[in-house]
C-alpha cells in the first residue's frame, strides 16, 4: 500500500485526496498539510479517515511511513516543495506548471538525477477518454499521416482579477494543457510557434498585463499544422474539442454532455449544453491519472507525465508569449534552457 501525504487542501488537493481514498487501489492518504489548516478542513479530513494535519508540509516529509507527496499548493511553491521532497526520498506527484520558470524546472530535473524516485506531473488531460482515443489511432495509423490539428479549449467563466496576477498569464495558466495535449495527441514536440490575442472579455484582465482570447498556430516536428483556440469565457458551458486531420481520414471529438438526448418540436432542436466546468469534464480523468501515478510507483515503471513534459509545455507557453510580445513566430529553440 502505497502511503500519501497531501500538500494543500484547496479545490485540487481535496479533489485528489476523494479521488484517492474512494476510486484509487494500491493508495491510502494518510496525511494532509495545509498552510491554512481550518478546522473545517481538519473534520473533512478526519470524515475520510486522515488524522494526520499539519500546518507545515514539512511534517509531511519528515514522516518515514509516508512514501508519495502530492503538490496541489500554489504554483510558487511547486518547484521549492519539489526540490524538499526529492531530497526527503520522496516520490511526487505535482501540478502543473512545475514552475513558471525553466530554471526553476532544471533544478527539480538536477535533483532527481540519480534517484529511483517516480516525479509525475498533473496535465489529466491526457487521460480523458476522448483525447485518448484520437492519440491510439494516431499511433495505430488509422489516420494516415497527421497533417492538421484543431484544438478548442475555452473556459465557461474567467477567473478572478487575484487568480489572473498569479496565474502566469493565459498561456502559461490554461493554454499549457492545450500545448501539452498538442504534443500528446500526434507524439511530436512543438518546433515553432506563432500567436495572437486580445482583451475581448473582461478589460480588468488587459490591466494587468494578461489577454483573456488567443489564436495559436504551431508547426510540430513531425510536420503537423496545429491550431489552438483559447477564450476565457463560453456562454454555453465549457468546451474542449480536438480534431486531427491526416492522409487517410480523420478523427474528431465533441464535448461531454449530461446526456446525449435532443428535443425535436416545432420551435426547433435542441439538446444539452456541455458539462459546465471542468471539475465536471475531467472527474473521471483525474481518477486515472491518480491511479496511473500509484501503479508507476507500485510496479517500478514510468510514468506517464513526466518532468520533462512539464518543461516543454512552459517552453512552449514562453515562446507564444514572446510572439505576442515580438509579432512574430518563435522557434522553441530560441528559449533557452
Not at 49 to 64: P, S, V
Request: proline share 3%; hydrophobic share 40%.
Amino acid at each position: 500500500m502505497v502511503k500519501i501525504g497531501i500538500i494543500g487542501a484547496g479545490r485540487i488537493g481535496k479533489l485528489h485526496t476523494e479521488n484517492i481514498c474512494y476510486n484509487v487501489k494500491r493508495a491510502e492518504v494518510v496525511a494532509i498539510a495545509d498552510i491554512h489548516m481550518t478546522d473545517e478542513i481538519k473534520r473533512w479530513a478526519e470524515s475520510l479517515g486522515i488524522t494526520r494535519c499539519y500546518k507545515d508540509y514539512r511534517k509531511i516529509l519528515a514522516e518515514k511511513d509516508i512514501d508519495a507527496v502530492l503538490i496541489c499548493s500554489s504554483t510558487n511553491t511547486h518547484a521549492p516543495i519539489s526540490l524538499e521532497a526529492i531530497q526527503a526520498s520522496k516520490h511526487v506527484f505535482c501540478e502543473k506548471p512545475v514552475d513558471l520558470k525553466i530554471d526553476k524546472i532544471m533544478e527539480v530535473i538536477d535533483a532527481l538525477k540519480g534517484k529511483k524516485l517516480k516525479y509525475q506531473v498533473g496535465f489529466n488531460r491526457r487521460f480523458d477518454h476522448n483525447f485518448r482515443t484520437i492519440r491510439q489511432a494516431v499511433e495505430k495509423g488509422e489516420i494516415g499521416d497527421p497533417h492538421i490539428m484543431k484544438i478548442t479549449s475555452r473556459d465557461p467563466a474567467p477567473p478572478s482579477i487575484d487568480y489572473v496576477k498569479v496565474s502566469g498569464g493565459l498561456f502559461l495558466d490554461m493554454t499549457i494543457h492545450d500545448f501539452d495535449m498538442a504534443r500528446y495527441l500526434v507524439n511530436s514536440d512543438v518546433e515553432e510557434v506563432y500567436a495572437r490575442g486580445d482583451v475581448l472579455i473582461d478589460e480588468e484582465i488587459g490591466k494587468v498585463g494578461d489577454i483573456d482570447t488567443a489564436l495559436i498556430s504551431m508547426k510540430m516536428e513531425n510536420g503537423t499544422l496545429a491550431v489552438i483556440d483559447n477564450s476565457r469565457k463560453a456562454a454555453y458551458g465549457y468546451d474542449q474539442r480536438a480534431e486531427v486531420f491526416g492522409s487517410r481520414g480523420m478523427l474528431s471529438t465533441s464535448n461531454d454532455k449530461p446526456s446525449t438526448a435532443i428535443l425535436s418540436n416545432e420551435k426547433g432542436t435542441m439538446g444539452e449544453k456541455p458539462l459546465y466546468f471542468f471539475l465536471e469534464r475531467y472527474m473521471e480523468s483525474f481518477r486515472d491519472e491518480m491511479t496511473s501515478f500509484i501503479d508507476s510507483i507500485v510496479n517500478d515503471e514510468p510514468v506517464a507525465v513526466g518532468v520533462y513534459d512539464g518543461l516543454k509545455s512552459v517552453m512552449i507557453g514562453m515562446a507564444a508569449k514572446k510572439s505576442i510580445e515580438e509579432g512574430r513566430p518563435i522557434k522553441i529553440l530560441e528559449i533557452e534552457i
